[in-house]
């Protein structure tokens, strides 16, 4: 049975930094592309930034670029999502996504939200 789990969602002052952490269990995790997505309330869900199963390859939204990174650690099982820098316009509920084939593109799962495996979600909200 497959597992997603995210964490590291927090209220944070605009400026400040959080880092999201996502375990997914019950797969080869090393096999699969993994993604980060969020949904405002009344928007629909975008993603964010998308990491390869070897970890070298990464996909950022434009309005995560250059603020927001994105990691895993295969021996873990987990991928991190480091964002510096927040804005008002991030808060959202952040989740975390399985790929649906093995070895797939990171744009591929951002830009397509093909994701197999959701997790139930983390609330990251940013004060002005």
């Known amino acids: 049975q497959v597992q997603v789990v995210e964490s590291g969602g927090s209220l944070v002052q605009a400026g400040g930094s959080l880092r999201l952490s996502c375990t997914a269990s019950g797969l080869p995790f090393h096999d699969y592309t993994m993604g980060w997505f969020r949904q405002a309330p009344g928007k629909e869900r975008e993603g964010v930034s998308c990491i390869n199963w070897s970890g070298d390859r990464t996909y950022y939204t434009d309005s995560a670029k250059g603020r927001f990174t994105i990691s895993r650690d295969n021996a873990k099982n987990t991928v991190y999502l480091q964002m510096n820098s927040l804005k008002p316009e991030d808060t959202a509920m952040y989740y975390c996504?399985?790929?649906?084939?093995?070895?797939?593109?990171?744009?591929?799962?951002?830009?397509?939200?093909?994701?197999?495996?959701w997790g139930p979600g983390t609330q990251v909200t940013v004060s002005s």
């Open positions: 996504a399985v790929d649906r084939p093995v070895y797939g593109s990171a744009s591929g799962l951002c830009l397509q939200g093909r994701g197999n495996y």
